[in-house]
T-cell receptor, first 111, second 112 residues
Framework: DTEVTQTPKHLVMGMTNKKSLKCEQH?????MYWYKQKAKKPPELMFV???????INESVPSRFSPECPNSSLLNLHLHALQPEDSALYLC??????????FGSGTRLTVV | AQSVTQLGSHVSVSEGALVLLRCNYS??????LFWYVQYPNQGLQLLLK??????LVKGINGFEAEFKKSETSFHLTKPSAHMSDAAEYFC??????????FGAGTTVTVRA
């Protein structure tokens, strides 16, 4: 199994809603990532978890809250988002180094 | 600081023609280098990667890339373009520090 599975594939939420994005992998990777990608732009790193601990936070606003419940799961909790937060959110996993696997993403629209 | 530059935001080729996408990196030490492809409304798919060893790397879908340390380059090529190659292509670098940095991307269109 070399897949990173993201759910849901599409999400529309209001600015007062609370929602969560989910990411799952069963490759035994101990590093997991959240990226944000705006249209026609490269992915931008948001968070890195290494061995289930948050190791990198790229100055992301607190309305985005990551969580790593176990080595296979990564969540991104969303609250009070703004329309400019609409984007494709990509999850990835890797070994400690050069082997990154990406999910197909969640297309988020904030209305 | 590490960085990667993709020359040309848009490349248009005829079906059957050579595809050449350019990528240069800025680093004092050789990084790990990657090429990813992204089709509309999809995630990123790894085409190929260079870590160590052979500098000519073969990937999926007939793509290959050559790591040239002296030129700090990792250009992607495919001898004969197919309509299905129309997509966004990203070059990326990593130094085994959990940070994967992407170039700005190159949009490839294929003319029939």
């Amino acid at each position: 199994d070399t897949e990173v599975t993201q759910t849901p594939k599409h999400l529309v939420m209001g600015m007062t809603n609370k929602k969560s994005l989910k990411c799952e992998q069963h490759m035994g990777h101990r590093a997991m990532y959240w990226y944000k990608q705006k249209a026609k732009k490269p992915p931008e790193l948001m968070f890195v978890y290494s061995y289930e601990k948050l190791s990198i936070n790229e100055s992301v606003p607190s309305r985005f809250s990551p969580e790593c419940p176990n080595s296979s799961l990564l969540n991104l909790h969303l609250h009070a988002l703004q329309p400019e937060d609409s984007a494709l959110y990509l999850c990835a996993s890797s070994r400690a180094g050069p082997e990154y696997f990406f999910g197909s993403g969640t297309r988020l629209t904030v209305v | 600081a590490q960085s990667v530059t993709q020359l040309g935001s848009h490349v248009s080729v005829s079906e059957g023609a050579l595809v050449l996408l350019r990528c240069n990196y800025s680093s004092s030490v050789p990084p790990y280098l990657f090429w990813y492809v992204q089709y509309p409304n999809q995630g990123l798919q790894l085409l190929l990667k260079y870590t160590t060893g052979a500098t000519l790397v073969k990937g999926i879908n007939g793509f290959e890339a050559e790591f040239k340390k002296s030129e700090t380059s990792f250009h992607l090529t495919k001898p004969s373009a197919h309509m299905s190659d129309a997509a966004e292509y990203f070059c990326a670098v990593s130094f085994n520090d959990y940070k994967l940095s992407f170039g700005a991307g190159t949009t490839v269109t294929v003319r029939a």
